[in-house]
């Protein structure tokens, strides 16, 4: 398995950013993907994942970006997305997309838990 990160950019604060991960290989719908970030001079945080319950996805977010960020998937489940809005200055940080092929209704927030990590993307957000 294979991802692609991309989307980051330099936004003021309150601005929107979309993230786009692109995955190739043997991933599907049921398959977990997620967000984490790293800011400098911190350890990488969760962020988003996305789960399966057998009927749904399932989306599990950091307390310190639900209601900003909304994670989503396209139509072939091969590529997630986070869209990100009022965006603050600690949101600034190298965002990572995660995936795993165990299906998990309630998503892993420990980085160890997922198995295939894309090469980051850079947000940076002005104040």
């Known amino acids: 398995v294979q991802l692609q990160a991309s989307g980051g950019g330099l936004v003021q604060a309150g601005d929107s950013l979309r993230l786009s991960c692109a995955a190739s290989?043997?991933?599907?719908?049921?398959?977990?993907m997620g967000w984490f970030r790293q800011a400098p001079g911190k350890e990488r945080e969760f962020v988003a994942a996305d789960g399966w319950s057998g009927t749904g996805n399932t989306p599990l977010y950091a307390d310190s970006v639900k209601g900003r960020f909304t994670i989503s998937r396209d139509n072939a489940k091969t590529t997630i997305y986070l869209q990100m809005s009022s965006l603050k200055y600690e949101d600034t940080a190298v965002y990572y997309c995660?995936?795993?092929?165990?299906?998990?209704?309630?998503?892993?927030?420990?980085?160890?838990?997922?198995?295939?990590w894309g090469q980051g993307t850079q947000v940076t957000v002005s104040s």
């Open positions: 290989g043997r991933i599907d719908s049921r398959n977990t």
């Open positions: 995660a995936a795993d092929r165990q299906t998990y209704t309630y998503p892993p927030q420990r980085g160890s838990d997922y198995e295939y």
